[in-house]
């Protein structure tokens, strides 16, 4: 029931849509983690232009960062939503580190149900970043 409501919806980012079709060919739930991992950070990478930071939490902190982000969640016409911008930041440093390492991994390797909400969390991390503003730089 959780996979085909995940699976079915309209919303599955484009930078998820592999990982999602590999999650019912694989079993092995703890590759399809990692790829998954990897595609949100790749797609961070792409969409803030930030393609030569690899240090997960130097890209994170950077792109996203509180007072001056490149990417803002909260945009308004004066700026951003600095206390949005540092949840969302700290969120995604929650979920992303889980799916990062295998030893994180192992949390998800036992159960189908556990890693299929991983996958939805970071689509829906994906969707989020998808809607935020790229934000001038001074």
Request: net charge negative.
């Amino acid at each position: 029931m959780a996979a085909k409501y995940v699976f079915d919806r309209e919303d599955v980012h484009s930078c998820m849509l592999e990982a999602c079709k590999e999650f019912y060919k694989n079993p092995d739930h703890d590759q399809v983690i990692e790829n998954a991992t990897e595609a949100l950070l790749d797609f961070v990478r792409e969409k803030s232009e930030h393609t030569h930071l690899s240090e997960v939490d130097e890209l994170l902190d950077t792109v996203f960062h509180k007072e001056k982000p490149v990417l803002a969640f909260s945009a308004k016409k004066q700026g951003h939503d600095k206390e949005v911008q540092e949840a969302m930041l700290l969120m995604m440093k929650g979920v992303l580190k889980s799916g990062m390492t295998k030893n994180n991994r192992k949390f998800f390797l036992d159960d189908h149900d556990k890693a299929l909400n991983y996958l939805a969390m970071i689509n829906s991390i994906a969707n989020h970043i998808e809607k935020a503003k790229k934000m001038e730089l001074e």
